[in-house]
Every structure is written in C-alpha cells, then in structure tokens.
C-alpha cells in the first residue's frame, strides 16, 4: 500500500478500533499426497514447503507459465516489467527475508513523491499535510458511517460532504482524483461500490500492533528484473503441470479426486489457491457442493479490477523527480493515476492504472484505442507535441479466464469475517489459500505467500502424515 493511500486508508481503520513442470496428467489418474491447484505465489509458496518436508505433491495450472497475478514480462529486450504485483508494500519480514536471501535488486518508490496536474494547468503536491488533512475529514465521516451506517458507500460519503461543505476550499476536479487515488486504485474497485464497513476488516488483530512502517507504507519495494524471481526460485524443482485446467474437485470419497481438462489426479489432500473471481463464477465444481457457510463468503466477496498500461516513449518528456504522476479531471476514472517507471526500470516508461468499473469499460477496447484514450490524456496536460509511444503493455485482468478480476476486496454484499470463512479446511480434505484468504486485506502477494505457508504447515501437522515428520 502507498504511503500517501495508507495514511489516509489506515487512519480510518485505526480509528475505528498481494521451476520445474513435468509432463501432463495420464489416462489413469496420477496419485501424490497433495495436489495444489493454482502456480501463483500462494500455491508455489504451499508446494515448496511440503515438498522440501518430503510430502510429494503435484502443482496444476491453467495457464502456460507459473506466477498466477505475478506476471513479470520483457519489454521489449530493454527491461522488464511486471504486468501484475509490482510492489512489497509495506513491512512483511518472511518474504522480505526470501528476497534478502536471493539477493534481488530492488527500488524503493516515495508514494508521497506525488505531483498532481489539473485542467487549469496548475500541479499540486501531495504532501504530508494534504493526506493529514484529508485523514481527518474523510476519515472522520468514513468513521462515523462505518460505526453508524456500516453500507454506506464511499461515494455516498464523499457526496455528503460536498452538500455539506466540509470540501469546500479542495477543487471538485481535486477531490475525484482523491477518490480515485486513495480508495479506487487501492480496492480495484469504484467508490460506489466500497463499503465504510470496509475499513474495519483492516484493523489489527485485538493486541497486535501496527508494525513500524505499516502506517505510513513507506516501504514500497519494486523489482527492475521482475517480480518473478520470487515465484521462479518458489518453483524450483517442484512437479508442476502447467496447461492444465481444474474442472472439479471431488471430495466425497476417502481420496480427493481432481478432474482436469488434461486427464484425472489423485490425493489425500487439495489446495486451492485460484483467484477469488474463478471462484465466484464457479470454474470449478465441487462434489458435495462447498458448505454453504463457504460458498456464501465466497458469493459475498468482491473481486476487484486494476489494470495497467505501460506506454515506453523514446524520451522522458515528464517531470523526472515525481515518482508518481497523477492528472485529475472533472470526472473520476480512466488514466488518473501514473507512475514514474523510468526510475525502476532505467527505461523512459510511464505506466498507468485503471481501476474498478473504469477498468472493466477501458478493457473493452481494442489496444489502438486504449493506447490512443492514454494519449489524449496526457496531451491534455502536457501538449500535443509529446512523442508517440514506441512500444506498449496493456493487462485485462477482468477477462482473463483464470483470474476473474485482479484482487479480492470488501464489496457492499461483503461481512466482516468472511475473508476467515474463505480460509476454513472443508473436512480437512479441501483446503484454501490465497490473497482472498488473508486475515487482513492489501497484502496481495505477502499476504497469498502466507497463506500458502499456512495451508501447507497445517498439513505438515497432521498425524496422517507421520512418516513425513
């Protein structure tokens, strides 16, 4: 999480209270302790340590690569770029011991190292005073709703407090961006649509602290040679069958049986770690039915969208200290927020996100016209003499058949504790990890690396496993 997003998103909350592949299954079902269903960090994460505790176990993914959401991609033969988790926001000491011992290179990006253009031509900057100032007036009010009107939505607040002036002295403009800043690209969703409620699924566990850092996410740790080297080390060795689509999971038995677009499996135990969107479409089907306490955390759960455009340009023609760019517009949405790649990746590249339903109706475009929609934004601001970009990158995470959406978030059907339901064992035969699973939310790739730890120790613990101990 950003520091500028944290200060304010965490203001509220505290207030209150993200190898190896073998061959392809055969004709007779291919038997292992445990079948992982899912190459992301989670299910890498669950795989590498079962098998380094001498479990045998097969990884089954859909696609024709592992990392899930992590997607790291050559751009180019100039650099790499990551086209899903970019960032460790924030202070999460297991993976960053992984990274340490890897001896990754990393960039740490200043999210309050922010310049905002407006349409008048003017820039603002984000400062420490603005966020302190915005945390005790939308904070407040977000406070208040999520204690007295738990569903009102963001926007619904932010409404009111236009009607009742509490913003008077901020632009409108300003305060879209805002929105779009601090609650949309942080949700993958739009305001609309973000519970006040939300805010209390971020609250610490009762007597745990606030880590140092976490309040103000000053520790946003990017990877100039991907967010890859992670999820390839993870996947080291390990028996992975990529192309291979999970169809269902049948649980009745005294075995799991897995059935795949690409033959059958076998186990004793199944660890889903698909995304919380392919779970809500009911990709795969379970036999018996998922309880129905399970299947209606999973019902109330949002699967939020936040898609990126990187556009690489043969020169840097923008302000070259922001490490974050945003241009706000009498309207929230499309192409607001950008962000500075050339001082991760050496290379002239800016790249911007679109979030929620901005997302899903820009996605929907051809590549031409996206590419064209980001320029005649930045044009706006910086003149029509800006060079054409000479290469591009566009993610569509919402119609990617195995993810459904980029991130779970707390949508307006959502309760508090349904994130903890998504993580029960369903008789200790089915069991879940993933970022949906996490017991606090914007954690995406820290907090699936966990939970795919924990999955797989609470396997490690079983006495049905002695020989493995």
Request: aromatic content about 8%; charged content about 20%.
């Amino acid at each position: 999480m950003s520091r500028a997003r944290a200060g304010l998103v965490l203001f509220i909350a505290l207030a209150i209270g993200i190898g190896g592949c073998g061959s392809s299954g055969d004709s007779e079902a291919d038997r292992s302790s445990v079948v992982v269903v899912g190459a992301g960090a989670a299910g890498l994460a669950s795989a590498r340590r079962l098998a380094d505790a001498g479990i045998s176990v097969i990884v089954l993914e859909a696609r024709n690569r592992i990392g899930g959401r992590t997607w790291s991609y050559d751009f180019g033969g100039e650099t790499t770029i990551d086209l899903g988790a970019s960032w460790i926001h924030g202070t999460h000491p297991e993976l960053e011991q992984l990274v340490a011992e890897l001896s990754l290179e990393t960039v740490n990006t200043d999210f309050t190292n922010m310049l905002v253009h407006d349409t008048s031509g003017g820039t603002r900057q984000i400062d420490d005073e603005t966020v302190a100032d915005l945390e005790i007036r939308i904070g407040t009010r977000v406070i208040a709703a999520a204690i007295n009107d738990a569903k009102a939505s963001i926007q619904s607040i932010i409404d009111r407090m236009w009607q009742d002036n509490v913003l008077a002295d901020y632009s409108f403009e300003f305060i879209q961006y805002i929105t779009t800043m601090f609650f949309e690209t942080e949700f993958a969703a739009s305001s609309e649509t973000i519970p006040a409620q939300a805010f209390l699924e971020l609250l610490p566990p009762a007597g745990e602290p606030t880590e140092p850092g976490d309040d103000l996410g000053a520790k946003n740790t990017a990877f100039p040679h991907g967010y890859n080297q992670i999820t390839d080390h993870l996947a080291t060795g390990l028996d992975i069958r990529l192309n291979t689509v999970v169809q269902r999971i049948d649980y009745s038995g005294e075995s799991v049986q897995i059935t795949t677009d690409d033959g059958s499996y076998e186990a004793d135990v199944v660890i889903v770690t698909v995304p919380i969107g392919v779970l809500k479409a009911g990709r795969i089907a379970f036999s018996p039915a998922l309880p129905e306490r399970k299947q209606g955390a999973i019902d109330r759960m949002g699967s939020g969208v936040l898609n990126k455009l990187y556009l690489r340009f043969p020169h840097v023609f923008w302000e070259q200290e922001p490490d974050v760019l945003g241009f706000s517009a009498p309207e929230r949405g499309g192409f607001a927020v950008w962000h500075n790649m050339e001082k991760i990746t050496g290379q002239p590249i800016l790249m911007a996100f679109t979030s929620g339903q901005s997302a899903i109706d820009i996605e929907r475009l051809n590549d031409a016209e996206i590419v064209a929609l980001a320029m005649e934004r930045l044009r706006g601001f910086y003149g029509d003499g800006i060079p054409e970009p000479i290469d591009y990158q566009i993610t569509r995470w919402h119609s990617d058949p195995f993810s459904l959406g980029s991130y779970s978030y707390f949508a307006l059907a959502t309760e508090l504790g349904d994130r903890a339901i998504l993580a029960e064992p369903v008789v200790d035969k089915v069991l879940f990890a993933g970022e949906a699973t996490i017991d606090r939310a914007f954690a995406q790739v820290p907090g699936a690396y966990m939970t795919g730890l924990r999955e797989a120790d609470r396997i490690i613990g079983w006495e049905r496993f002695p020989s493995q101990r």
